[in-house]
């Protein structure tokens, strides 16, 4: 039987992961300084042709709030983040001890459809 080199979590494992994390540090100092984002045109208060836009990873929720007009509003508002945390609580919900994918059919079609629903909401935010 072959034996395993097993690493200390302290102060193997901790040193590796500070250099790493150092490495990401600094390249993304490094980004900042020698290729600084752009802040865009500057405000104009008498352009009324302005049609202001959330940026691009709210466009999904900006748009699933057109779907609830008017009084419903509120309804779209609260139902966003229940469905967010019913995703993020599906595992803690689900009990089955199956561990492949292609098992959890129910999880993974779930999975799925929020994905390709957020997707379609994204780019019709984009659209619109």
Avoid at 19 to 30: K, R, W
Wanted: charged share 20%; glycine share 8%; hydrophobic share 50%.
């Amino acid at each position: 039987m072959e034996t395993e080199k097993r690493e200390t979590f302290y102060p193997t494992f901790v040193f590796k992961e500070a250099t790493v994390a150092l490495g990401v540090f600094i390249v993304i100092i490094l980004l900042a300084v020698f290729l600084p984002a752009g802040m865009g045109d500057p405000a104009d208060p008498s352009d009324s042709t302005f049609i202001p836009k959330p940026e691009w990873y709210f466009l999904s929720a900006y748009q699933f709030l057109k779907v609830f007009p008017g009084k419903l509003e509120v309804l779209g508002i609260i139902l966003q983040p229940l469905m967010l945390l019913g995703l993020c609580a599906l595992p803690f919900i689900d009990r089955n001890p199956e561990r492949r994918m292609g098992k959890r059919k129910f999880q993974l079609g779930l999975l799925g459809l929020v994905v390709v629903v957020t997707i379609i909401l994204g780019v019709l935010g984009h659209l619109a």
